[in-house]
């Protein structure tokens, strides 16, 4: 028990000692840059060493003799800034406060300076009040952007300067702009295309509003509807989505439109030789394999479907287009289907025979190429795994339909029919948000 006890101790004591030791080394390191006058370094590794090991003596005189000076240095240089640049001066202000700060959290603290510190009260005041005439300039210029942005400098450099809390949000208040996302038109015909994409386009930009806008508030959808009349939801007008604008208290309106739902269709079959392993025993009872042949066809088709769609930013005083955006949207989806009924042993079936593959390499390459064409990353064993599973999908029904947000060319979806075209619409008009977005980006930042 005693050895035990000894073997816990000792290697805890070594740590201890190991890290008094560092602690030490780098006071000691603090003292040499001092003496040399690299303010920086000296300030380093005081602190470097108080942070290793708060209780270690040398360690707290290095900090404090560093702190001192580097503080020391800080305050002759704002004072010397301040003559010919009191921004710059408030600014280098507020990088000692920020010393002070961390000095004081290692329970260390500068020596009293009290002509410093007045002077200190007047240059940052003197950059705050800069700041906030700026601010209420802007203001006056009907650009309460700007002044959001100045009168938060000037909170910067004295919180408490005059009644700029006040400002700030009035400032914030006329910058902040309230934005409508109305259906879009459909003048496409497809049923729910509208609410869905226009759901879509709300969903998305709510989620990402936080983070992405700093301007922009968002109407919610919940307020619309209830201020949306019927005829307003079956055929939305310019002038209808401005009344709606004023009657939700927006600033701003999305209007936008569908059209031109165009399609191409082709199909293409895939016959391939199939092999299948089998193993079996010759008239001597040894092990062979033979590779059993039959055929395995892949029907693969495709649609091609493009919708065109635009958008309009209005602003609801006056009618005028803010932002404009038009696209067309597309989908371009395949689909593959066998009705070839594997066996449970998928791994047992291949393209070519092993020896096929070594002998013939120009006639693996032809049916990788053909086979990599048509079912893209689709390896044969999953292949046939869904051909013999997955029997139930001859029919397409919309429960699928996010099978095909993804790239369809490049694994295509195990399927028996193609989606309809106004299924596709949906598809294709899957990320309509995006451009709604970039657009209030846009006008977010502008002031």
């Not at 390191?29 to 040399?36: F, G, H, M, P, Y």
């Not at 300039?137 to 408490?160: I, S, W």
């Not at 409508?180 to 709510?206: M, N, R, W």
């Not at 996010?402 to 106004?422: C, H, I, K, Q």
Request: overall charge neutral.
């Amino acid at each position: 028990m005693r050895l035990l006890v000894r073997c816990l101790i000792l290697p805890g004591l070594a740590l201890l000692l190991a890290s008094c030791a560092n602690s030490a080394k780098l006071a000691q390191q603090s003292n040499e840059a001092l003496a040399k006058g690299d303010l920086r370094k000296a300030y380093d590794r005081a602190r470097s060493a108080i942070e290793k090991d708060p209780q270690n003596q040398d360690a707290r005189d290095a900090y404090a003799a560093a702190s001192r000076q580097v503080a020391a240095d800080l305050r002759q240089r704002v004072v010397a800034l301040a003559v010919a640049d009191t921004l710059a001066a408030a600014d280098l202000a507020l990088e000692l406060r920020q010393v002070r700060l961390e000095v004081a959290r290692h329970q260390t603290a500068f020596d009293a300076a009290p002509g410093y510190d007045s002077a200190e009260r007047a240059i940052l005041a003197g950059a705050a009040r800069g700041h906030y005439q700026r601010g209420a300039d802007a203001m006056a210029a009907h650009r309460p952007k700007l002044a959001v942005e100045e009168f938060t400098l000037t909170r910067r450099y004295d919180d408490g300067f005059a009644d700029v809390a006040l400002r700030l949000d009035a400032a914030r208040e006329a910058a902040t702009a309230r934005v409508a996302l109305l259906p879009f038109s459909d003048g496409i015909g497809v049923p729910g295309l509208s609410q869905e994409i226009g759901d879509s386009v709300q969903h998305e930009l709510s989620r990402r509003a936080g983070r992405e806008f700093r301007f922009t508030q968002l109407i919610g959808a919940d307020e619309i509807e209830r201020n949306m009349t019927v005829a307003m939801a079956r055929n939305l007008q310019r002038d209808d989505a401005l009344a709606l604008g004023r009657r939700v208290g927006a600033h701003w309106v999305v209007v936008g439109r569908f059209l031109g739902l165009r399609s191409n269709n082709s199909q293409r079959e895939l016959a391939l030789p199939l092999y299948h392993r089998v193993d079996a025993k010759d008239d001597k009872g040894a092990a062979v394999v033979r590779w059993e042949e039959s055929s395995l066809q892949i029907v693969t088709r495709e649609r091609d479907v493009t919708v065109q769609y635009d958008f309009d930013v209005l602003d609801v005083a006056s009618g005028a287009v803010l932002a404009h955006g038009e696209e067309p949207a597309r989908a371009r989806v395949r689909v593959a289907w066998s009705d070839y009924r594997p066996g449970e042993d998928f791994d047992r079936y291949a393209l070519l025979p092993p020896d096929v593959r070594k002998n013939d390499p120009a006639r693996a390459r032809k049916v990788d190429a053909q086979w990599r064409e048509q079912m893209g990353s689709w390896n044969l064993g999953d292949v046939l795994r869904q051909a013999r599973e997955q029997r139930a999908r001859t029919r397409y029904t919309s429960r699928y339909r996010g099978e095909f947000y993804g790239d369809t060319r490049a694994r295509p979806v195990w399927m028996g029919e193609l989606p309809s075209e106004n299924e596709l619409a949906f598809v294709a008009l899957h990320d309509v948000w995006r451009g709604v977005l970039a657009a209030l980006k846009e006008l977010d930042v502008k002031n």
